[in-house]
């Protein structure tokens, strides 16, 4: 289609010279070219404010299987086209899906319990903007909102995405990763579809068991980190403190949401202004979810790497371990709390008929002095 | 105006259809599934060493499956191939043998027993139930003229909890679906431990606010 062309049809669409302006470039962001090789994706973003011109990059593997579902097998990160590419992730996945319902029983684990598949994607899953890899892999490059504005100035981000759907048994679990043009890294799990048949109204949880092995610029040299901000309703001044997590060794860590409490995966290498490159790791979610469960006492957990610790048998994998300058492990549990509503469905029959909503939780990772000046911003 | 309408929505609906949906020409190829010959390889290798051919002997003891490890040593290096976990449960106690095999060399890298651990459901254990439930004239006359359409999903229920009289047992939540939808009745579990079904009643408590 020529340029002349769509400002005619942008024309007649009332959208006037801004829309004559936007529909000269891609209706949707563009996808960088297939790498060739299966299971590897790249994407690079524009800079800012020069459409066009390369700026940051994301470098994604993934892989999915059969009672597994999708999952990334390593990231790494280009801040800049003529900069060397830097390792973020070796692995990031749900090692669980727990699922406990009120009355204490059943207590489902969704993830692995069966052999559940993935459910075939389809042009509706993959929108107009959307490609499928594989049959089963949603692959989009989407705006996720603003990324800043200063008064006329603005600049909308851009994000790498990875989906698929689990189809475990009445549940389909949207397993969705996310790889931003600023470094940071999104990663979400969504629950729907159907009731628990003959328990449609019973209050339940889906527990995201996250399992995220960091290899910030190689598996090496990172450390585990506690940051917290408080205020006081006794003074006007606040206070930050930064502290080996766990006095430096395996363990887990609660969020308090009046400390803004972080985890932080720091690496022994800088940027090139001479600080050191870092990760925070920041729930999204609502509420804290404890259960009876060991491994559910407790929001993150952190461990060396061990190959054989996959499954979220915490604290079976604490023990004692130097999480400083080693090559570590976070664990992380995000509960989506699902409380039936009554507009939700209906019986009709021996049938429920109705569908649950999607609910979102998980969590962001964002970098911290990974940049030595973003790109981003003119 | 009418023909630079038609044109523009045509051109709209053809850019669309280009974009929307399209299963990537190269079919790239991610998945992490087994192939079956290296799944036998693995299974038979696991099976082989002295500590599995004991636990094989006690009685009712299945195969699991086997899945990818990968491949990253324990001092943050990367090994060029992954290893292989291979995973037996034995019903008598509740246990569950996991072998980490080289399928290259074959041999078995680590070899672990496990109680009460996070093991799947295998398809010959789920057949079983679903046998074992079609088979319960409960379950049959719940179902009614339904039987032939039924489809018939699994979930297995586990409990960390040693009072729980679940507690150490293999037990199966049978899900039954006509077309889209589920029989909310009935609720139908399979404790494989002692090849019992249970069916329950729904709950169906008051509808809340």
């Known amino acids: 289609m020529n340029a002349a062309f769509l400002r005619a049809c942008a024309a007649l669409a009332g959208l006037g010279a801004a829309g004559a302006a936007g529909a000269q470039s891609a209706p949707c962001p563009v996808f960088s070219p297939p790498t060739g090789q299966p299971g590897l994706v790249e994407q690079t973003f524009p800079t800012s404010p020069s459409p066009g011109a390369p700026a940051t990059a994301w470098r994604v593997r993934f892989a999915h299987a059969t009672g597994r579902g999708l999952y990334i097998t390593g990231a790494s990160f280009r801040t800049a086209p003529n900069r060397p590419w830097t390792q973020i992730l070796y692995d990031a996945r749900l090692a669980d899906i727990f699922v406990p319902y009120e009355a204490g029983s059943p207590r489902f684990y969704d993830l692995t319990n069966y052999n559940f598949p993935l459910v075939p994607a389809t042009a509706a899953d993959a929108g107009p903007c959307g490609r499928i890899i594989d049959g089963k892999v949603v692959h989009e490059v989407t705006s996720y909102g603003l990324m800043w504005k200063d008064d006329q100035a603005v600049r909308h981000g851009q994000e790498l995405v990875l989906w698929a759907t ?74 930050d403190t930064f502290t080996p997590f766990n006095g430096g060794r395996e363990g887990w860590l609660d969020v308090d949401p009046t400390r803004f409490t972080e985890l932080v995966v720091r690496d022994t290498s800088t940027s090139t202004s001479g600080t050191p490159i870092s990760y925070e790791f920041r729930p999204v979610r609502n509420g804290a979810p404890r259960h009876r469960e060991a491994f559910a006492h407790h929001d993150f957990w952190v461990t060396r790497y061990r190959g054989t610790e996959m499954l979220y048998t915490l604290p079976q994998h604490v023990n004692n371990e130097s999480v400083m300058n080693s090559d570590i492990v976070v664990w992380h549990i995000t509960g989506l709390r699902h409380d039936p509503r009554n507009e939700d469905g209906f019986f009709q029959g021996n049938s429920w008929n109705g569908v649950a909503l999607v609910m979102w939780g998980g969590l962001d990772l964002r970098p911290r002095n990974l940049f030595t000046r973003t790109p981003l911003f003119p | 105006m009418k023909r630079l309408a038609a044109a523009c929505a045509l051109s709209l609906l053809f850019s669309a259809s280009l974009a929307s949906g399209q299963v990537d020409q190269q079919r790239e190829s991610a998945a992490d599934d087994v192939a079956p010959a290296v799944a036998q390889r693995a299974r038979s290798i696991a099976e082989g060493s002295p500590q599995m051919r004991n636990f094989l002997a006690a009685p009712r003891t299945v195969f699991i499956g086997v899945d990818v490890v990968r491949g990253k040593d324990d001092d943050g290096g990367r090994e060029p191939a992954p290893l292989h976990r291979v995973r037996h449960y034995r019903y008598g106690d509740d246990t569950t043998v996991t072998s980490l095999v080289d399928v290259r060399s074959g041999r078995v890298v680590e070899q672990t027993e496990a109680r009460n651990a996070a093991v799947p459901l295998s398809v010959g254990e789920f057949e079983e139930a679903r046998a074992l439930a079609l088979a319960d004239r409960r379950v049959m006359a719940a179902v009614g003229s339904l039987r032939e359409r039924l489809v018939v999903e699994p979930l297995v229920v586990r409990t960390s909890d040693a009072s729980d009289a679940w507690h150490g047992r293999r037990v199966v939540r049978l899900l039954f679906r006509v077309g889209a939808d589920y029989l909310s009745n009935p609720v139908v579990h399979v404790d494989l431990t002692s090849r019992q079904v249970i069916v329950q009643p729904p709950h169906r408590p008051e509808r809340g606010d």
């Open chain 1, 166 to 239: 689990l189809d475990s048994a009445n549940y389909n679990y949207i397993m969705r990763y996310g790889f931003r043009d600023d470094g940071t890294i999104t990663l979400r799990l969504g629950a729907t579809s159907r009731n628990l048949p003959g328990m449609e109204l019973m209050g339940h949880m889906h527990n995201a068991l996250w399992r995220i092995d960091m290899d910030l610029n190689g598996a090496g040299g990172d450390s585990a980190y506690t940051y917290e901000h408080v205020e006081s309703t006794s003074a006007n001044t606040a206070s």
